[in-house]
């Protein structure tokens, strides 16, 4: 029984041993520079010894392989032939030599000096952990524990006072930043007083980088972001309204103060006047394209309806030209206040937060359009006057009414000699609404027995006498 067993260890052993082949790999093509000799299964996979040589001879790696990975303990050396590296490998390694769990030591070049040891587990970091420098003292210890580092000994030591150092680093800073911050925050309640949205968006924005917890410069924030965006929407609207009414105006001044223009024989462009007579309009082209006679305000800016005015004048009635006038200057401040809102065009990114919007302040945009819109509404009511002049002229053509007729020319004249030469339109408003109201009581008047009144008015030589006795 003893031979039987003897002789069945000999054969697996035989057969192990012709199972295993020696395998050698070269630095040259003749051979002679051995670059590594492992032995490999019969499957190809490494089991056994392995040693990798440096093209001058010396061993560079070396250990035992099982099923094609290190498995145990494995020198590696430095190109010196100074020990590199010891590792151990508790379970078979990669197959490029990476320990999968277990430990490895490495070496300064002197090969005796340990750099470091480190352990793994998984191929990730666990247990213990120590490095030294060059002349064997352990600078670092710890241990790793489900991937975390935790310090020990000298390290922990050393870990706490570096978390005491960063803690009142963090205090000092954490000081200056409040500091800071409450130098910004009146900056910026100020620039939001003076409602400077952009310099206050950006102050509310640095104070709250500085103390990103404090809710009070991002409440700010929002308070000018929701604003801005407001004002944004109302500006696009109002403009769009105001442009739009322009044009409704055009055909009302079409239907209540345009010029009757014809073209004569000679193809001149005439107008007839209030005495019949023909009056020939002189045009003015700017770069090949015509003056509008009839509406000028259909003419693209007020500076050439002027010069059209001027080379015509007693064509157009003062009314006529403050109309135009009023027109083509809200028109002009509309732009220019458009463009005002588009030059603070604000892009502000806060929190992940992209926003884009208008800057410009609600209470300037309206200040500045507010005495051009007033005198331009005062122009336009204007139109009524002219309407009720052509009314009473023609009550007058059917009831003649002389002595009336020529007291009212005399007021009217007057009233358009002031129109000519006043400074300041504003100051027209009250001479506007009295006249509207003489202009009423005269077409009243045309229905009524003006005997008596004319021979009250024909001894009437002053416009404020001829009013007087109209309006009492």
């Known amino acids: 029984m003893k031979t039987i067993t003897i002789l069945l260890v000999s054969l697996v052993l035989s057969t192990t041993a012709f199972s295993q082949k020696l395998v050698k790999d070269y630095y040259d093509w003749a051979k002679t520079k051995i670059k590594r000799e492992y032995y490999t299964d019969a499957y190809g996979a490494l089991n056994g010894s392995y040693k990798a040589y440096s093209e001058y001879g010396g061993i560079m790696k070396q250990g035992q392989c099982k099923n094609d990975g290190p498995i145990g303990?494995?020198?590696?050396?430095?190109?010196?032939?100074?020990?590199?590296?010891?590792?151990?490998?508790?379970?078979?390694?990669?197959?490029?030599?990476?320990?999968?769990?277990?430990?490895?030591?490495?070496?300064?070049?002197?090969?005796?000096?340990?750099?470091?040891?480190?352990?793994?587990?998984?191929?990730?970091?666990?247990?213990?952990?120590?490095?030294?420098?060059?002349?064997?003292?352990?600078?670092?210890?710890?241990?790793?524990?489900?991937?975390?580092?935790?310090?020990?000994?000298?390290?922990?030591?050393?870990?706490?006072?570096?978390?005491?150092?960063?803690?009142q680093l963090e205090a000092e800073t954490l000081l200056k930043k409040t500091e800071e911050y409450k130098k910004i925050i009146p900056e910026a309640d100020k620039a939001l007083l003076l409602k400077d949205y952009n310099k206050a968006l950006q102050l509310y924005k640095s104070a709250s980088d500085l103390l990103a917890n404090e809710k009070y410069p991002k409440t700010k924030i929002s308070e000018i972001v929701e604003t801005c965006h407001t004002n944004s929407?109302?500006?696009?609207?109002?403009?769009?309204?105001?442009?739009?009414?322009?044009?409704?105006?055009?055909?009302?001044?079409?239907?209540?103060?345009?010029?009757?223009?014809?073209?004569?024989?000679?193809?001149?462009?005439?107008?007839?006047?209030?005495?019949?007579?023909?009056?020939?309009?002189?045009?003015?082209?700017?770069?090949?394209?015509?003056?509008?006679?009839?509406?000028?305000?259909?003419?693209?800016?007020?500076?050439?309806?002027?010069?059209?005015?001027?080379?015509?004048?007693?064509?157009?009635?003062?009314?006529?030209?403050?109309?135009t006038e009023q027109f083509f200057q809200y028109n002009d401040l509309l732009e220019q206040e458009e463009n005002n809102v588009k030059k603070t065009k604000y892009y502000f990114s806060f929190d992940n937060v992209n926003n884009s919007f208008y800057t410009y302040d609600k209470t300037t945009f309206f200040s500045n359009l507010s005495l051009s819109k007033k005198n331009y509404n005062?122009?336009?009511?204007?139109?009524?006057?002219?309407?009720?002049?052509?009314?009473?002229?023609?009550?007058?053509?059917?009831?003649?009414?002389?002595?009336?007729?020529?007291?009212?020319?005399?007021?009217?004249n007057d009233f358009n000699l002031t129109l000519q030469n006043n400074t300041d339109f504003a100051n027209m408003a009250g001479n506007i609404r009295e006249l509207n109201l003489f202009l009423d009581k005269v077409i009243d008047v045309y229905s009524q027995d003006t005997k008596e009144l004319e021979k009250q008015l024909k001894n009437a030589d002053t416009v404020e006498s001829i009013k007087s006795i109209i309006l009492k």
């Open 233 to 323: 929407k109302f500006f696009q609207d109002y403009i769009k309204s105001q442009y739009d009414s322009l044009e409704l105006d055009k055909v009302y001044f079409a239907n209540n103060i345009s010029l009757k223009t014809i073209k004569d024989g000679y193809g001149w462009t005439v107008i007839i006047d209030e005495n019949g007579l023909s009056r020939k309009l002189y045009d003015v082209t700017d770069n090949g394209t015509k003056y509008n006679f009839e509406k000028p305000w259909e003419n693209y800016s007020w500076d050439r309806a002027k010069a059209c005015f001027e080379r015509n004048k007693g064509v157009y009635s003062p009314i006529q030209m403050i109309i």
């Open 73 to 167: 303990k494995w020198i590696e050396n430095y190109d010196n032939g100074k020990l590199h590296y010891i590792k151990i490998h508790d379970t078979p390694g990669t197959y490029d030599f990476q320990v999968q769990n277990g430990k490895i030591i490495a070496y300064y070049e002197d090969g005796k000096t340990i750099k470091y040891e480190r352990n793994f587990k998984n191929m990730e970091l666990d247990g213990v952990w120590k490095e030294y420098d060059e002349k064997g003292i352990l600078t670092k210890e710890g241990k790793y524990v489900n991937g975390v580092f935790e310090p020990t000994g000298i390290t922990k030591i050393k870990y706490e006072k570096e978390q005491e150092k960063q803690k």
């Open 378 to 412: 005062l122009a336009k009511s204007m139109t009524a006057l002219e309407s009720k002049r052509t009314q009473i002229e023609r009550i007058q053509a059917q009831n003649k009414k002389k002595t009336l007729f020529s007291k009212f020319q005399l007021v009217y």
